[in-house]
């Protein structure tokens, strides 16, 4: 039978606020254990929460990137549940009313792209955490996430196959990254995504029964956590089986998604506005004034680069992956003042910076190469002072080094002799001497061995210690050995 | 609406209070007494009339995002009923 | 030296200010008074001589320097809702029986500031739930008029103090009527202000939404004098009102002339014991006397005031007391097996019947398929209520009536049957479910010998008006300064 899968992500993105959504305390990564849980973080008896403004304002500018509205007024629900990492015994969040509805987000799929509908996104806090190891047979609870502020984005069922997902999920993290609300470290548990996976016959209307696979931190989980969830289920159905609508988790170690037992006793979440919270109200003065400070979005700068610098859609989305990228390479285009070159720059920034980033595991920002440096370089291919060639190499140095003045590339190219011969004569006299040094070979040039006038350029670099113009030794060659 | 045993032990349950069978017999009479005074209530016309949270329409004021909070995690565990290494102990968690 | 303390708090700031008496002297005579009533009347859970003397040691000090606050050097004790550093704090429950509070409530720091010595933290009904200070883990408090009857609830410990000469003042919280009962019951004056106007940080949740502190004291200058204390905005509690500062004092001499006092039929239909009913009308020919004019005003939905009470209370409570849980402060159960058992057995042992039966009820109607039938058409009742309120206030600037529909009932009286005790707040639940400010003042007296209490019900943020009301009254009449024969000290 011909299969439809249908897939809705619910993501949750840490919101990069320095405290927490209802406390004071820092939600700083790596403290010592409960040392950054506060009063408030502990539910201990009296305290109040008050919602912090800087999450919301990220709330906003979320809502405001994917084209969505942005509720006037929004209400703070709790979720009430038992569990040891919930000091509350419920969790705030939005429940009939989120903050932010609507919206969409264009993936790329195949050589094109698509739009996914978002249902909404939402404020809540995070729950603690649960260790399971050296005590007894206890479980030890850190409450220091306890309280830290998330955006839950929720799509509509929309995506077909795992790598849509994937896709998904990347254009969203590079979003909330760029737009500034997330870091978006996935181990650190910034970004993590909850998948709901069904399948049905083609053509069938009914969705099929879903599962709701949870906490999938990596791309590379998330797809295999899905292609392992839609084999299951269509194995299931083949056999006569009928799939449970179950919260599952996937096992990366085993490769394999398996029921969640202790969520599963009929669950009551009881949810009803939190008295503790007035409504949230967002009005147009706020909203503009995030709008007005959103920088210009990864869409719109991919048309730009296409349609201004001449760019192809590949480039302009590999250069739109981050916004330090994107920033890195107009820093280098402007800084050559030769937008006709934006070509040249996209190819070194996607070609030699990004293989050295990746190589020295580094983000952009603390590239060993400035965007100015960089573009030092650029100059002197574009100007004919050295080969792309030779260009590798002073990049390679510059590397070594550290280089951030525009200056960096011209001091290498002297203090190592690397700029190109391009002086007809001198030329010439190299040439010459090669010709004459090699008759059976001028004699297979003129036989038309295109491989054998190949030889001669070789020797010519070689002579020239890869520093000849080969332009212009090329066409010496041609008058020499052609005419 | 008239709550029966099953249902006295399915709230308890979500209520993580547990219950003898003689607790939910007694429950089962003072809950279903307290639901029928409650349930003179429900035949109120309430048609278009908006559901009032809280006392006052007004909107929740907002922290600016400053850490206040220091580490104070001795005092608030030096009543907790267990702790070790700095975290609370529960009875293992299994999922 | 002469005892100020009957006379009320302002007295007694007064008697410091003058140097007629030192805060320690004072302080270590009513923690011996406390010492001697307390195994009777056991009104307070906790109290610390050493640290209250310690406090009234640097009170005397401020005096001498010369830089004492209006309140620097009077005792005042607080309820045990109220967050105290470094005092056991146990909302009169098991659960928090030895739980010794990290930090201060709102209402505490603004005390500290002035200076008062905490005298101890007071008895109360366990979460602040009951009507009688029977549900108290640490047993039921005595009303010092009877000590066979209860001094009502849930802050009978403050009332029973204050109206035992025990303290000229204490604080006190009011969900769905626990200022305003006790204080009728035990003949003492208190006052609900209006929603919002005291922080709730610190103060241990019960229903969030109608939950508010307010002061228990002899009259209503003193009332006006705590309010000015413990009124005021706190950015720690999101439902605290921003407005500027009021002197509550403002009215106390204003005159009743042409003042419309509403008088709701439902209030006066039958439900009032006729001793009540004797000590309310007479107290409203004492205000008609003063020049207020009575009018007749219409509550239709008042009466739904209790059922929907009973949906938004216990619903709200169920959440607020999950994080009573064993697991990083407050009781464990000593032995369990595995986590959900330890929660159930837990909270099964650290809570006490009445907030059990409170937990059900408000867990089951926000179930799903019951919540709109039980917990939203509660709302949409309590839009009723607030209109009705909204509108008798068209016609007359206070309401007066009943606090209580009898005088206070003998310990034990409800015990098999909650709903007779969940009658006691009927007059006192709608201001609550409207967020109105409300107060009961001493009107008489019943069956027995025991206090009449006449409530008062006032638009939002009319607190001055009304206490200029109570203090009119308590001009022309001396309920107020009667104390109960056996503690006249």
């Known amino acids: 039978m011909d299969w439809e899968i249908v897939i809705g992500l619910e993501t949750h993105a840490q919101l990069s606020t320095h405290s927490k959504m209802f406390s004071g305390a820092s939600i700083a990564f790596g403290a010592p254990p409960n040392a950054q849980a506060c009063a408030v973080d502990l539910a201990l008896p009296g305290v109040l929460p008050v919602p912090n403004r800087a999450a919301i304002e990220r709330a906003i500018r979320f809502g405001i990137a994917v084209g969505a509205r942005i509720n006037r007024r929004s209400v703070f629900a709790r979720k009430n549940y038992f569990y040891p990492d919930l000091p509350k015994g419920y969790q705030i969040s939005q429940y009939e009313l989120p903050v932010v509805e609507g919206g969409t987000l264009e993936i790329p799929v195949g050589s094109g792209t698509r739009v996914i509908h978002l249902t909404r996104a939402h404020l809540e806090e995070d729950a603690g955490k649960s260790l399971h190891e050296d005590f007894h047979g206890a479980t030890g609870i850190d409450l220091n996430r306890a309280g830290t502020p998330l955006l839950e984005i929720v799509s509509e069922p929309e995506l077909g196959s795992a790598e849509e997902a994937v896709a998904y999920a990347r254009t969203l993290h590079a979003l909330v990254r760029w737009i500034d609300i997330c870091d978006g470290n996935m181990q650190e548990g910034s970004f993590r995504c909850d998948a709901n996976v069904s399948v049905r016959p083609r053509g069938q209307t009914r969705l099929g029964t879903r599962c709701e696979i949870k906490n999938l931190n990596s791309f590379r989980f998330l797809d295999l956590a899905i292609r392992h969830e839609v084999a299951r289920q269509i194995e299931l159905i083949e056999s006569g089986g009928r799939v449970v609508q179950e919260t599952r988790l996937y096992d990366p170690d085993r490769d394999e998604t398996r029921s969640m037992r202790s969520k599963e006793d009929a669950q009551d979440y009881r949810y009803f506005p939190d008295p503790d919270l007035p409504p949230l109200w967002v009005d147009d003065d706020w909203m503009a004034r995030v709008a007005a400070a959103l920088p210009e979005l990864p869409a719109a700068c991919r048309a730009r680069y296409q349609s201004d610098w001449g760019l192809s859609p590949y480039d302009a989305a590999t250069l739109t992956q981050s916004r330090d990228l994107s920033a890195y390479f107009e820093a280098v285009v402007h800084s050559l003042g030769a937008t006709d070159q934006a070509k040249l720059v996209a190819n070194w920034v996607t070609g030699e910076l990004a293989a050295a980033l990746n190589r020295d595991s580094l983000e952009v920002a603390n590239a060993r190469i400035g965007a100015l440096a960089l573009s030092g370089l650029l100059r002197r291919i574009v100007d004919g002072t050295i080969s792309g060639k030779i260009a590798k190499d002073v990049f390679d140095a510059m590397w070594t080094d550290g280089a951030v003045t525009p200056g960096a590339a011209d001091d290498i190219i002297e203090a190592r002799g690397l700029r190109q011969i391009s002086d007809s004569s001198e030329l010439e006299s190299i040439i010459d001497a090669i010709i004459q040094a090699n008759p059976a070979q001028v004699a297979e040039v003129r036989a038309g061995k295109e491989k054998a006038f190949n030889y001669f350029v070789g020797q010519a670099m070689k002579a020239t210690r890869g520093k000849g113009n080969p332009a212009t030794i090329n066409a010496i060659l041609r008058a020499r050995l052609t005419a | 609406m008239a709550l029966d045993p099953d249902a006295v032990r399915r709230i308890a349950l979500l209520a993580r209070i547990a219950v003898t069978d003689s607790e939910v017999a007694a429950l089962q009479g003072e809950l279903n007494s307290i639901l029928g005074m409650i349930e003179r209530m429900q035949g109120v016309n309430t048609a278009g009339i908006v559901p009032m949270a809280h006392a006052f329409e007004m909107h929740t004021p907002l922290r600016d995002d400053q850490v206040t909070e220091t580490d104070q995690r001795a005092e608030f565990q030096a009543g907790a009923p267990a702790v070790q290494d700095g975290l609370y102990l529960v009875p293992r968690v299994i999922e | ?489």
């Open chain 3, 1 to 489: 030296m002469s005892d100020p303390v009957p006379l009320g708090l302002v007295a007694t700031a007064r008697a410091l200010a003058a140097r007629e008496l030192s805060s320690v002297e004072l302080t270590g005579a009513l923690l011996e008074r406390i010492a001697c009533a307390n195994p009777v009347l056991n009104a307070f859970i906790t109290v610390d001589p050493e640290v209250s003397l310690r406090q009234a040691a640097a009170a005397d000090e401020r005096i001498a320097r010369g830089d004492a606050g209006p309140l620097t050097g009077v005792p005042v004790a607080h309820k045990d809702i109220f967050m105290a550093r470094g005092w056991r704090t146990t909302c009169a429950s098991r659960m928090l029986a030895g739980f010794v509070a990290p930090y201060d409530a709102h209402v505490i720091e603004q005390f500290d500031a002035a200076g008062a010595v905490n005298m101890g933290k007071l008895n109360m009904d366990e979460f602040a739930m009951g009507s009688s200070s029977e549900s108290s883990f640490f047993g039921p408090v005595r009303n010092p008029w009877d000590i066979t009857r209860v001094p009502g609830g849930s802050s009978g410990g403050s009332a029973a103090a204050v109206a035992a000469g025990l303290v000229p003042a204490a604080t006190a919280t009011d969900t769905g009527g626990s200022i305003r009962q006790p204080a009728a019951l035990c003949g003492v004056s208190g006052l609900k202000p209006t929603y919002g106007l005291v922080s709730r940080y610190g103060m241990i949740a019960y229903a969030s939404s109608l939950d508010q502190a307010g002061p228990i004291a002899r009259n209503a200058e003193d009332l006006a004098v705590l309010m000015n204390l413990m009124a005021g905005h706190d950015r720690r509690d999101a439902t605290s009102l921003a407005r500027p500062a009021e002197d509550y004092r403002r009215d106390l001499q204003r005159t009743l002339k042409g003042l419309r006092v509403g008088l709701p039929r439902a209030y006066f239909a039958d439900g009032m014991s006729p001793d009540v009913r004797a000590g309310v009308e007479s107290a409203i020919a004492v205000l008609r006397r003063l020049g207020a004019e009575p009018v007749e005003v219409e509550l239709p939905r008042v009466e739904l005031a209790l059922p929907a009470y009973y949906v938004i209370a216990p619903a709200e409570a169920s959440s607020n007391l999950s994080r009573f849980d064993g697991v990083r402060y407050g009781h464990r159960a000593a032995s369990y097996g595995d986590l959900a058992d330890m929660y159930s057995r837990t909270r099964a042992e650290g809570f006490g019947p009445e907030v059990r039966r409170r937990i059900l009820i408000g867990a089951f109607v926000l179930c799903h398929g019951y919540y709109d039938a039980y917990y939203l058409q509660a709302q949409r009742v309590r839009r009723l209520i607030a209109e009705d309120f909204a509108s008798a206030f068209e016609q007359c600037d206070v309401i007066a009536g009943p606090t209580s529909p009898t005088v206070a009932f003998a310990l034990g009286a409800h015990a098999d049957d909650p709903l007779q005790m969940y009658l006691s707040d009927i007059y006192t639940i709608a201001p609550n479910l409207a967020g109105l400010p409300a107060m009961s003042i001493p009107c008489g007296f019943g069956v027995h010998g025991l206090p009449v209490g006449l409530q008062l019900v006032g638009n939002y943020f009319t607190e001055a008006r009304m206490l200029g009301i109570a203090a009119a009254f308590q001009r022309e009449t001396e309920w107020h300064l009667r104390a109960p024969a056996a503690m006249t000290p």
